[in-house]
C-alpha cells in the first residue's frame, strides 16, 4: 500500500506522469521526494506542540516578569525581591 502510494507521488508529482530513463533524475527525484517528507513530517510535529524544556521556560518567563513589577530597590546595589515559591519572604 505505502509502495504504490509512493510510485503514484513520484511518477506524477515529480515525473509529470512520465516515464523517466535516466537513472540520475530517478534518484535525485526519489531525494526530493524523501526531503520534502521529512520536512512534511517535522512541520506536524512541530505545528501546535511545544517541547517540556520551551513551554517550562515560557512559564518562567511569565512569572519573572510578574516579579519584577514587586521588586523594590533599597539603595544603589541592594534589592528587596519577594520569593515565589514562599509567599510572604522578601
Partial sequence: MHIEWY?????YKYFNGKTVKHDDKTIESMFTLMHDKQCDRIQKILE????????????QHVQGVALVEQCQQISNNEWNVPSLSTPGIV
Fill in 7 to 11: 510510485h503514484r507521488e513520484l511518477k
Fill in 48 to 59: 501546535d506542540k511545544l517541547s517540556f524544556k520551551v513551554a517550562s521556560t515560557d512559564t
